[in-house]
Nanobody, 116 residues
Framework: QVQLVESGGGLVQSGGSLRLSCTASGAISDIYVMGWYRQAPGKERERVVSISGGATNYAEPVKGRFTFLRDYANNAWYLQMDSLKAEDTGVYYC???????????WGQGTQVTVSP
């Protein structure tokens, strides 16, 4: 199993930046996909970015504005969010797909609010 702990959400004005952090513990070597999802009020959870096999895939709404960063030494990854828009508001979750596990591992979620 893998445990994920997030931090870094908050309130920011449109055009501003935030960096979210996700720290992993447990069976880290069994992680084969990692990334971020988000859920806006009244909407379903949607993928923001995922990394698998060295390839990084960003959702179209965040391309060019969000950057996935990896910190191997601290078993952590980050979501650098720049040029934030009001429509980026939501709860952000880091996640991992882990070998031998039927379900993804999820962080607890962190709120990001972008004021217009």
């Amino acid at each position: 199993q893998v445990q994920l702990v997030e931090s870094g959400g908050g309130l920011v004005q449109s055009g501003g930046s935030l960096r979210l952090s996700c720290t992993a513990s447990g069976a880290i070597s069994d992680i084969y996909v990692m990334g971020w999802y988000r859920q806006a009020p009244g909407k379903e959870r949607e993928r923001v970015v995922s990394i698998s096999g060295g390839a990084t895939n960003y959702a179209e709404p965040v391309k060019g504005r969000f950057t996935f960063l990896r910190d191997y030494a601290n078993n952590a990854w980050y979501l650098q969010m720049d040029s934030l828009k009001a429509e980026d508001t939501g709860v952000y979750y880091c996640y991992a797909l882990v070998r031998f596990s039927r379900e993804p591992s999820w962080g607890q979620g962190t709120q990001v609010t972008v004021s217009p």
